[in-house]
């Protein structure tokens, strides 16, 4: 009962009903309307503010996989999921069935300075902590006490829908888009294939969270699997191909890095 002997409202809408909204809105920001590194930083603050949303909402630290004393427990699982994420990516490089899949043309003429960016600050605080305290942090934290499997799938959907603006704002680049030969249709299918495949990650990422009841574990497996295309930036992973075509003639012997193409 409030203080005058009336009892306090209701929220309009759900909790997590609001947080996916902002989740949708900051999508339209950061890829409609904001340049880099401003969409970076407005990564982090969105998911500051949900988690701080969520906690206020009644969420405990437990259900935002933020608790201190969880943070120890489950380690191995931590490591063996960023271990089994970097395999993986390293494997598809090498395969001759996927390695077409990891010529990104978006990257290819990435220099140094904005590959170490991207692999210092950028992956590791922008994208895995900032996007698994929103998705796998706030998000799931709010929904999964109605239903974990329902919070799940949904908070997953929409981790992947995320992907999609990106996905068709840079379809031409995307090596999914060349799978067919009309190039409006490769859009279509980049984009499709981007959202199935990040929704899949998602339910593999809140898995490791309710797993290891600790953000951890899926913040380094995120962490592991996006550094991919940043392999192929000039001067990091050359090949004789890029060597050749930018005349570059003090980069080692390509044969010590990843063939990536």
């Known amino acids: 009962m409030g203080p005058l002997g009336v009892a306090p409202s209701e929220p309009r809408f759900a909790p997590e009903v609001t947080g996916a909204a902002v989740v949708a809105l900051h999508n339209l920001a950061v890829h409609r309307l904001l340049p880099s590194p401003a969409d970076a930083v407005l990564n982090v603050v969105t998911a500051a503010g949900l988690t701080a949303f969520a906690r206020r909402a009644s969420c405990s630290h437990d259900d935002l996989g933020t608790c201190a004393a969880d943070a120890a427990a489950g380690l191995r699982l931590r490591l063996a999921a960023a271990a089994v994420a970097t395999g993986g990516i390293v494997l598809g490089a090498f395969l001759p069935a996927t390695r077409p899949f990891f010529r990104d043309r978006r990257v290819i003429d990435v220099g140094r300075r904005e590959a170490i960016y991207h692999l210092a600050v950028r992956i590791p605080l922008a994208t895995a902590i900032a996007e698994e305290l929103t998705f796998r942090g706030a998000l799931l934290g709010l929904a999964r006490r ?116």
């Open 146 to 261: 109605r239903s974990p499997a329902a919070a799940v799938g949904w908070i997953s959907l929409l981790f992947g829908a995320s992907h999609a603006l990106p996905t068709l704002q840079h379809s031409e680049g995307n090596p999914a888009s060349g799978l067919v030969a009309d190039p409006r249709k490769g859009r279509w299918v980049a984009m499709l294939g981007a959202t199935l495949s990040t929704a899949g990650a998602g339910c593999l990422f809140a898995w490791l969270q309710l797993r290891s009841r600790s953000l951890l574990a899926p913040i380094l497996a995120h962490a592991a699997s996006n550094p991919r295309p940043t392999w192929q930036a000039d001067g990091w992973f050359a090949t004789p191909a890029k060597i050749q075509q930018k005349g570059q003639r003090d980069v080692p012997d390509p044969r010590a890095f990843l063939p990536v193409g």
